[in-house]
């Protein structure tokens, strides 16, 4: 059976992987990241209480709104608090699924005699590094990976409504994705401020309303995205070195992080404006150098690098924070590439191996030179791979097949 015939098998493996990951990581809320943060502020916004809802949701309050209608959901059929939990993660999973099938049918289009291709769709619907992700109590991670790499998927084929549509919903999910916004505006060949304005428009409908909240949770808390300081200082990034080992660093369990540095005072509201910024002059010097003789979709490597970079760069960096850079070059290969997703296996077996594996046997100041021992390499050859002008080897290598006549 070639890649091209019918819809049936994407789907189903698409569904199967994302149910699995459910069934195996969304197993009890106690001690994520939910019950800290979302579980009081939803239960407040089923209950009709908008104001509490607006004054106590986290940062990514602007998700949970969106989300919100599955939350009604499982209040109606008379669920409980579990279900609530698991239901808001089902537009998140559905989002990877839908973007596994996309990238199946574009590969079909580009390569219609490839194999392999159902292991895209696995990838993208049951990646790995996602449970975590979903464990931890995170399943909008998955949401803005996938809307950041289909809203730039849309933009190389100029489809300016859907670009609009998933930038929207990127943006108004969670505030990192406003380091894709400069790779979609120069992935279009046109309507551009109309994409961003449309997208930029979207996501306020669900971010103000917390602007607006009166009390202390309101607007302080978005204007602290950019500002934020912090203790919490991962090995996995490279500002590891600057910490210091003077200061007893606790966990959120209140013990002894044993080796772990502390961060240096001024870093804090440095990084999170220097990862929103670092990637609009990239983006523009690849539209420069690129003007004239641009490979579409090598768009996509320029994605995963500044995702990358995002993650190199943010002293908070955790595993499901490379979700956004594995789809990037998931879908990459996807339609550059007939053989099999190695690139994104082995970037997805590296993230395992350095948030998984690794801190189980060697110390912080030894995670943190063999994270940075594979990203920086990674972060090298995605420029070089996307900045330099294609030869004509290249180009062969990457143009799409004369269609059948």
Same mark, same amino acid.
């Given at each position: 059976?070639?890649?091209?015939?019918?819809?049936?098998?994407?789907?189903?493996?698409?569904?199967?992987?994302?149910?699995?990951?459910?069934?195996?990581?969304?197993?009890?809320?106690?001690?994520?990241?939910?019950?800290?943060?979302?579980?009081?502020?939803?239960?407040?916004?089923?209950?009709?209480?908008?104001?509490?809802?607006?004054?106590?949701?986290?940062?990514?309050?602007?998700?949970?709104?969106?989300?919100?209608?599955?939350?009604?959901?499982?209040?109606?059929?008379?669920?409980?608090?579990?279900?609530?939990?698991?239901?808001?993660?089902?537009?998140?999973?559905?989002?990877?699924?839908?973007?596994?099938?996309?990238?199946?049918?574009?590969?079909?289009?580009?390569?219609?005699?490839?194999?392999?291709?159902?292991?895209?769709?696995?990838?993208?619907?049951?990646?790995?590094?996602?449970?975590?992700?979903?464990?931890?109590?995170?399943?909008?991670?998955?949401?803005?990976?996938?809307?950041?790499?289909?809203?730039?998927?849309?933009?190389?084929?100029?489809?300016?409504?859907?670009?609009?549509?998933?930038?929207?919903?990127?943006?108004?999910?969670?505030?990192?994705?406003?380091?894709?916004?400069?790779?979609?505006?120069?992935?279009?060949?046109?309507?551009?401020?109309?994409?961003? $304005?449309?997208?930029?428009?979207?996501?306020?409908?669900?971010?103000? *309303? !917390? &602007? +607006? %909240?009166?009390?202390?949770?309101? =607007?302080?808390?978005?204007?602290?995205?950019?500002?934020?300081?912090?203790?919490?200082?991962?090995?996995?990034?490279?500002?590891?070195?600057?910490?210091?080992?003077?200061?007893?660093?606790?966990?959120?369990?209140?013990?002894?992080?044993?080796?772990?540095?502390?961060?240096?005072?001024?870093?804090?509201?440095?990084?999170?404006?220097?990862?929103?910024?670092?990637?609009?002059?990239?983006?523009?010097?690849?539209?420069?150098?690129?003007?004239?003789?641009?490979?579409?979709?090598?768009?996509?490597?320029?994605?995963?690098?500044?995702?990358?970079?995002?993650? $190199?760069?943010?002293?908070?960096?955790?595993?499901?924070?490379?979700? *956004? !850079? &594995? +789809? %990037?070059?998931?879908?990459?290969? =996807?339609?550059?590439?007939?053989?099999?997703?190695?690139?994104?296996?082995?970037?997805?077996?590296?993230?395992?191996?350095?948030?998984?594996?690794?801190?189980?046997?060697?110390?912080?100041?030894?995670?943190?030179?063999?994270?940075?021992?594979?990203?920086?390499?990674?972060?090298?050859?995605?420029?070089?791979?996307?900045?330099?002008?294609?030869?004509?080897?290249?180009?062969?290598?990457?143009?799409?097949?004369?269609?059948?006549?």
């Amino acid at each position: 059976m070639t890649a091209h015939r019918g819809w049936g098998a994407p789907v189903l493996v698409a569904l199967v992987a994302a149910g699995f990951s459910m069934w195996s990581q969304m197993t009890g809320l106690a001690w994520t990241d939910y019950d800290a943060e979302a579980a009081g502020p939803m239960a407040a916004l089923v209950s009709g209480e908008l104001q509490t809802f607006l004054t106590t949701a986290p940062a990514y309050g602007g998700s949970l709104l969106m989300r919100s209608p599955f939350a009604f959901a499982a209040d109606l059929l008379g669920g409980g608090e579990m279900a609530v939990y698991r239901l808001l993660a089902v537009p998140c999973l559905l989002a990877a699924a839908a973007f596994g099938v996309a990238l199946y049918r574009m590969r079909a289009h580009r390569h219609p005699a490839a194999r392999w291709s159902l292991v895209f769709v696995a990838l993208a619907a049951g990646n790995p590094v996602a449970l975590r992700a979903l464990d931890i109590g995170h399943p909008e991670e998955l949401l803005g990976a996938a809307c950041c790499a289909g809203a730039v998927l849309a933009a190389i084929r100029g489809k300016t409504l859907l670009v609009t549509l998933l930038l929207g919903i990127a943006l108004a999910n969670k505030a990192w994705a406003v380091v894709a916004v400069p790779v979609v505006f120069v992935a279009m060949p046109r309507h551009r401020i109309r994409a961003i $304005v449309g997208a930029g428009a979207l996501a306020a409908v669900f971010v103000v *309303p !917390f &602007l +607006f %909240a009166e009390t202390q949770g309101g =607007s302080g808390r978005l204007v602290a995205l950019t500002s934020q300081t912090s203790t919490i200082f991962q090995p996995w990034q490279i500002w590891w070195p600057l910490g210091d080992l003077e200061h007893v660093v606790r966990g959120g369990d209140g013990l002894i992080k044993a080796d772990y540095r502390y961060p240096p005072e001024w870093l804090g509201p440095l990084t999170h404006p220097l990862i929103a910024l670092v990637a609009v002059p990239l983006a523009l010097l690849w539209w420069r150098r690129r003007a004239d003789d641009r490979s579409a979709d090598d768009v996509l490597l320029l994605l995963a690098m500044v995702m990358l970079l995002r993650c $190199v760069l943010d002293p908070w960096n955790i595993s499901y924070y490379h979700l *956004p !850079f &594995l +789809f %990037a070059l998931l879908a990459w290969e =996807s339609v550059a590439r007939a053989r099999p997703p190695i690139l994104s296996l082995s970037a997805t077996l590296l993230v395992w191996a350095s948030f998984g594996w690794i801190p189980q046997v060697a110390s912080p100041d030894v995670q943190a030179l063999l994270y940075l021992g594979w990203t920086l390499p990674a972060l090298s050859a995605l420029a070089v791979a996307a900045y330099r002008l294609p030869s004509p080897r290249w180009a062969s290598r990457t143009a799409a097949p004369a269609p059948a006549r």
